[in-house]
């Protein structure tokens, strides 16, 4: 599979046949945003948790490409009040197969608040991360925002996950050092570093990281760039 970093916690994979996954999508405004990539398909919409830059852009790529959206019940519900269609909510510890991919909802330390037009917050649920399961065997941990959690240890015994995403910048999430701990909790083999760089308080690096979790391999990504997993 292909997957793309497109900025901040933005992820885009492209599976094998063509069927294209994008991960709490903010494209609109995201300063880490790759200039000119243009997404031309998608199927299925992960959010982790309603805050601004990781829902701002679901609602029109949603209506754009008729596409699924997983996120946790009560923001599917807000979704839902703004005409998306296909929201499948769930909650945390359940799984569902969307596409050719089981999605499991796992626990995050974080908020939740959505930001409406008006500038008040409602209710979002809790924030999340994801397991994803694809058809070929291999696990990916998305945890999107998230503070280290020693439960992040029953994610590794449940789901063994092969290639692990966390966030890393400080400030709105965990730094490196919380992040090398949680590599250590998650038995993590392979880390994508997320959620860094796109404001200069997001002060945490890949090489930091990399740096305090020798056991683990940090592949650094730069926005824009596709690899091949
Ligand atoms: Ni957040
Ligand atoms: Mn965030």
Redesign the pocket.
């Known amino acids: 599979m292909d997957i793309t970093w497109l900025g ?2 933005t992820f885009q994979f492209v599976l094998p046949g063509g069927e294209t996954l994008l991960l ?1 999508p903010w494209t609109d405004g995201n300063p880490a945003y790759p200039k000119g990539f243009e997404i031309d398909r998608c199927d299925t919409i992960l959010i982790s ?1 309603g ?1 601004f ?2 829902i701002h852009d679901a609602i029109p790529v949603a209506k754009r490409f008729d596409a699924k959206v997983v996120a946790i019940y009560e923001t599917c519900h807000w979704l839902g009040t703004k005409g998306v269609e296909n929201c499948l909510g769930m909650n945390k510890g359940g799984s569902q197969k969307v596409g050719s991919v089981t999605v499991t909802m796992t626990h995050a330390v ?1 908020s939740c608040g959505i930001s409406e037009d008006d500038g008040s917050i409602v209710y979002g649920g809790e924030a999340a991360g994801y397991v994803l399961t694809f058809e070929d065997g291999r696990v990916v941990y998305f945890a999107g ?1 998230t503070n280290v959690f020693s439960d992040m240890a029953l994610i590794a015994e449940l789901y063994k996950p092969d290639l692990v995403m966390l ?1 890393i910048g400080d400030l ?2 965990m730094g490196p050092r919380e992040a090398a701990l949680a590599c250590r909790l998650l038995r993590a083999k392979t880390v994508i570093p997320m ?1 860094f760089g796109t404001f200069p308080p997001l002060t945490g690096r890949p090489n930091q990281l990399q740096s305090l979790a020798p056991e683990t391999k940090v592949w650094g990504l730069t926005p824009g760039e596709t690899v091949t997993w």
């Open positions: 901040h916690g709490d948790h805050h830059d990781h974080h925002d966030p709105y999430t959620h």
